[in-house]
């Protein structure tokens, strides 16, 4: 090591001599530098190189005076005006690009840090704290900044949105390959099976669950008030006859054009139920008076025969 460094320095000397930049009294050592500001100044790309032909330089440095770049490259391919081709290239971006910090393989960015923190992975101009971009999906992680400066309430604190083709920004899909399975939108709807979901929940398939309750404004017990107004059975006939279905139960082609709304449909048959049960009242009201008016026939009738026998015994 001593060695390779006595060459080192042996070379530095000579070129120095040449370019008239070493020694100087300040101790500084200047390389393509009348002037050197520091112990080492090199204008120009600094070159470690082994032997191996497979990998023939081990480190490049490569400022660039006109580009703004900078960059550390690691591998076999010279740099370019200071970007860096490399194997592995640490490259430092110029003003314009607000001096962003990226991650090369040879010449795509795969890891990037803007000037303003935020990071992105497969993304060259990540706008979020996180961004993960694979082809055209891209998953970004965004924090809510208070003006106060103060935390954010915890639900605020992560947003996730994922885009891909058809999927709009603010939207979420979870997709497996090219099969979407389900989205959530920007306004809160989520949607299984479908993409454009309209209500808060919708399910295009089969949903198997234990229990599923539903939240009511109302009830049908008003039909055992004093004040309801129950159809008379010839009514109820008459409306059957005429349209097919009970009153106020929707038709099978309303049902099979916008489905049913499961809670309004059984406040709907717990009223036809509640009517039925009073209609069976009023049924075995009328029942009983016809058994208790049968049987006063019955005790009328066997008084009479008893009359006809006390007469026919005369």
Known sequence: MKKIFLIFMAFAIQIGFAQNTFP??????????????????????????SSNSNYNENLRLLPSLTGGYASVALGAVSGNSGTGIGQWTLVRYPAASNYMFSLRYNSTDFFNITSEG????????????????????VLSFLTNKRL??????????????????????????????????????????VGIGTRNPKNKLDVNGTIHSKEVK????GWSDFVFKKDYALPTLDEVEKHIAEKGHLENIPSEEEVLKSGINLGEMNAKLLQKIEEMTLYMIEM????DEMKRENNLIKINQLK???????????
Do not use: C, H, Y
């Not at 009294?25 to 070159?47: E, Q």
């Not at 075995?284 to 029942?287: I, L, R």
């Open 24 to 49: 100087l009294p300040s101790g500084n050592v200047g390389i393509g530098t009348n002037n050197p500001d520091v112990p080492l100044d090199v204008i120009g790309t600094v070159k470690i190189q």
């Open 118 to 137: 935020n990071v992105g992975i497969g993304e060259l101009n990540p706008e979020s704290k996180l961004t993960l971009k694979d082809k055209d999906q």
């Open 148 to 189: 106060d400066g103060g935390w954010p309430p915890v639900e605020d604190l992560l947003t996730m949105t994922i885009q891909s083709s058809g999927v709009a920004p603010g939207n979420i899909a979870f997709a497996t390959g090219n099969n979407e399975m389900m989205r959530i939108l920007g306004d809160g709807n």
């Open 214 to 217: 539903v939240d009511m404004t």
């Open 284 to 287: 075995k009201k009328e029942n």
């Open 304 to 314: 009479l025969e008893e009359e006809v026998k006390k007469l026919k015994s005369k």
